[in-house]
């Protein structure tokens, strides 16, 4: 019987590389117009480097960026970056296809509803804030609320204990196998691979269940506590 279904955050409810890439492009362009001596091509790749070795969710990157190239901060530069980031960012961070109706019906289903996130706590939280998704989860388990991510079993134990609920009464959702679909059938949950958001190519995720969209879940929830 599935009591709750755990979500990954990032390329599952929401869009996040899209996001990410669009927010990266404004910031470049704005500070080349402040007076940044370097293509857009070559701005771009060089702080697109520094994400891949700081990790996605660094908040220092256009700081290091500047200093690589001037060895100081440009505040005019800095400032016209951050607020084309944000702007863009904001413009750009949707749901999917029917993710909002998606989770409602299983509200009303009386499904409980989770995050397990390995963004930071307070970055998860504002993408959950601005899209007004904060109120429809009982539980959200970030990085910071354990120190680990996924496929660590540490955050997906915290999430079934403040869900209250044993692993084989969740369903855990997410669009990286090796770290989703691997993290929660260690613990015993059954899977579900988000193959929209999915963007490794994955051709075997190893999961129960492999979806194209979010919809099908209310199938998938229907089928495993066999609902008419």
């Not at 904060?134 to 496929?151: A, N, Q, S, Y």
């Not at 090796?178 to 988000?194: I, L, S």
Request: hydrophobic share 45%; charged share 25%; net charge negative.
């Amino acid at each position: 019987m599935i009591k709750a279904i755990i979500f990954d955050l990032d390329n599952t409810l929401v869009d996040f590389m899209l996001m990410k890439e669009r927010a990266i492009d404004a910031a470049v362009i704005a500070m080349v117009d402040s007076g940044l001596k370097l293509s857009q091509d070559e701005a771009k790749s060089k702080i697109e480097a520094i994400y891949k070795r700081e990790g996605i969710e660094y908040q220092q990157v256009f700081d290091e960026f500047l200093i690589d190239e001037f060895g100081a901060i440009d505040n005019k530069m800095i400032s016209a970056g951050i607020v084309a980031y944000r702007t863009a960012r904001e413009a750009a961070l949707k749901p999917y296809p029917g993710v909002f109706p998606t989770l409602i019906e299983l509200i009303k289903m009386g499904i409980k509803l989770a995050v397990v996130s390995d963004a930071p706590s307070k970055e998860a939280w504002l993408r959950l804030s601005y899209l007004n998704f904060h109120h429809l989860f009982d539980v959200i388990v970030t990085f910071d609320d354990t120190g680990e991510r996924k496929p660590s079993p540490v955050p997906f134990n915290l999430a079934l204990e403040r869900l209250n609920l044993k692993a084989a009464e969740c369903l855990m959702i997410g669009d990286w196998a090796e770290r989703d679909v691997v993290g929660a059938k260690a613990v015993g949950m059954k899977t579900v691979f988000a193959r929209y958001g999915d963007t490794f190519d994955t051709v075997h995720p190893g999961s129960d269940y492999d979806i194209n969209s979010i919809t099908e879940l209310i199938n998938i929830v229907k089928k495993e506590n066999q609902i008419l």
